[in-house]
């Protein structure tokens, strides 16, 4: 293998490992762990540092997340394997001819690296775009229309703002106008926005009624979140 080579396989397989961390990160988040929470354990896991026992405790509690975290852990072995070969190997090409230009070249490669990272995590039409089809991906291969999938995307002390994406309509919202529904008296949770066909944005009011394939922008607690809207067989 060239230095030239080894240069450009490292370059692609740190792409490829920047990306498998934002794909488990929104994995993660679909099993209703916040962005920041989320990015935290697949970093950990994906870098085989490991988290605290606290931290653990959101990953053992679910079924899904701990198979998600054993599929991220093994992903994480196979990288740190693979990307200390490659530098041994580009350090072995090495020769003080050639030297000068190879730093340069990795030098580029990073900084190429940096600003594909910063256009996927800061530019929203990247990220946003990037983010859907994840979702879709993992929606459908991870939860099967068993319930619905949770993405938080706020914290209010008590009180969250969430995502949830229907594919399993709780029985007592089908056919039934919100004004009628006991989403607020028995639950206290308050529907903020209703995304539908293509993410079209549905007036809120009474007379609406939720449907499957509907995502739901909601506010409450996340205890009656789950309560409502997720099986609870599916996070143990």
Request: aromatic share 12%; hydrophobic share 50%.
């Amino acid at each position: 293998m060239s230095a030239d080579f080894a240069i450009l396989a490292f370059f692609s397989l740190m792409l490829t490992y920047l990306l498998i961390c934002e794909i488990f990160t929104i994995l993660f988040r679909l099993t209703g762990l916040t962005e920041e929470t989320a990015r935290f354990q697949v970093i950990s896991m994906l870098t085989t540092c490991g988290f605290t026992t606290v931290e653990s405790e959101l990953i053992t509690s679910s079924r899904k997340r701990r198979k998600l975290a054993f599929i991220t852990i093994l992903f994480g072995y196979i990288f740190s394997v693979t990307i200390v070969s490659m530098v041994i190997n580009f350090f072995m090409r090495l020769n003080d001819g050639y030297s000068f230009q190879l730093i340069l070249k990795a030098i580029l490669a990073i900084i190429i690296l940096i600003i594909i990272w910063y256009a996927l995590l800061r530019v929203n039409f990247v990220k946003n775009n990037f983010d859907k089809f994840i979702s879709k991906i993992g929606i459908k291969t991870m939860f099967k229309n068993q319930h619905n999938p949770i993405m938080i995307l706020g914290i209010f002390k008590s009180e969250v703002i969430a995502e949830i994406t229907i594919t399993n309509l709780p029985e007592e919202l089908i056919n039934i106008q919100l004004k009628d529904s006991n989403i607020r008296s028995n639950y206290n949770l308050q529907i903020l926005t209703i995304l539908r066909d293509n993410d079209s944005t549905i007036i809120v009011n009474g007379e609406s009624i939720l449907k499957t394939d509907d995502k739901v922008i909601i506010f409450g607690s996340l205890k009656n979140i789950k309560k409502l809207f997720v099986k609870e067989k599916d996070f143990l």
